[in-house]
């Protein structure tokens, strides 16, 4: 737990309200995860305190509130933090929570959530791209009452490896945008 204290990280949510009364309230929530390649132990734990202080959230404003759960999460899709958010629960005893060692291991953590999240995104082959790695670490994550309109395409592949890697000249951050456009759902 001490090496978990010592890796902060941050959750941004804002509650979006609309002007007319009655109107459906939106929940979005953006976190930039542990960026370490060996400390997927590390981004599981501050996953489900950012998940753990979204259900707080629906407390609050209720369950039918939708949100948005998005930004850099570190961890490519078959990783235990995609796993995590989208099917809601991992094993206790997940590969992920012994990359720091016995030393570093958490036993008896309740890894579960009652949020059921999808990735309005897909998972792109990658939306990192640097010199010896490339894949997908960034997400749109939606809840139920949001659905997905279309996901604008990403960049050409030739146009990002032009200037070997990201950041570069043409693409200004180590990451690409993950643009799309979003609808509500009727519950009625």
């Known amino acids: 737990m001490e090496k978990l204290k010592a890796r902060h990280t941050t959750m941004q949510v804002t ?7 009655n109107k459906q309230k939106l929940c979005v929530a953006t976190t930039h995860l542990f960026f370490h390649p060996r400390s997927p132990n590390i981004r599981l734990l501050q996953a489900i305190t950012c ?3 979204l259900a707080k959230i629906r ?26 958010v989208t099917k809601k629960t991992i094993p206790s005893n997940h590969t992920d929570l012994y990359a720091g060692g016995q030393e ?3 036993s008896d953590l309740d890894l579960s959530h009652d949020i059921a999240f999808q990735s309005a995104s897909g998972t792109p082959t990658y939306t990192n791209y640097v010199g010896g790695f490339s894949g997908c670490l960034d ?10 309109n279309q996901v604008i395409p990403m960049q050409n592949h030739q146009d990002i490896i032009l200037n070997s890697a990201l950041p570069s000249v043409t693409f ?17």
Not at 70 to 79: E, I, K, L, M, V
Not at 139 to 148: A, E, T, W
Not at 172 to 183: F, Y
């Open 15 to 21: 509650i979006l309200e609309p002007q007319e009364e």
């Open 139 to 148: 997400y749109i994550f939606i809840s139920d009452m949001l659905g997905v």
């Open 51 to 53: 998940l753990r202080h």
């Open 104 to 106: 570093e291991f958490v």
């Open 59 to 84: 407390k609050i404003y209720g369950r039918d509130i939708p949100i948005i759960f998005c930004g850099d999460f570190n961890s490519t899709p078959d990783r235990g933090v995609y796993e995590l």
């Open 172 to 188: 200004p951050s180590d990451h690409l945008a993950l643009v799309c456009d979003l609808t509500w759902i009727d519950s009625s």
